[in-house]
């Protein structure tokens, strides 16, 4: 097997902008110039990034419509009042947060 053909992966994808085309050649012309010993690797990392890009939530959000509702004065305030806290220091670490709610995000 070739390292084209051991990189040609077809998945139901939106349709490639001119810009991604080069990419997919620049990425081809990298791995060409990879060492042997390398390939299986690379292979099963591209493997997995298409496992990963078919998982139902990143299919949703790459499907989803562009969300172009202007921002209500509500959502502007919540944003100001997120800012300053930032700003203030007014912070709640994550491991704090997760022994307040039971939760290990970490294993997630």
């Given amino acids: 097997m ?9 998945i139901p994808t939106k349709k490639d902008s001119p810009r991604d085309a080069g990419l997919r050649d620049e990425i081809r012309a990298l791995v060409n110039r990879l060492p042997a010993y390398d390939l299986h690797n690379v292979r099963r990392y591209v493997e997995f990034l298409v496992h990963e890009s078919q998982h139902p939530a990143y299919v949703a959000a790459d499907n989803a419509p562009y969300d172009d509702e202007p921002l209500t004065d509500e959502d502007l305030e919540d944003l100001r009042v997120s800012d300053e806290d930032i700003r203030m220091g007014r912070l709640i670490p994550q491991e ?4 307040e709610l039971q939760l290990d995000l970490a294993k997630t």
């Fill in 2 to 10: 070739t390292t084209a053909e051991a990189l040609t992966v077809e």
């Fill in 96 to 99: 704090e947060l997760e022994k």
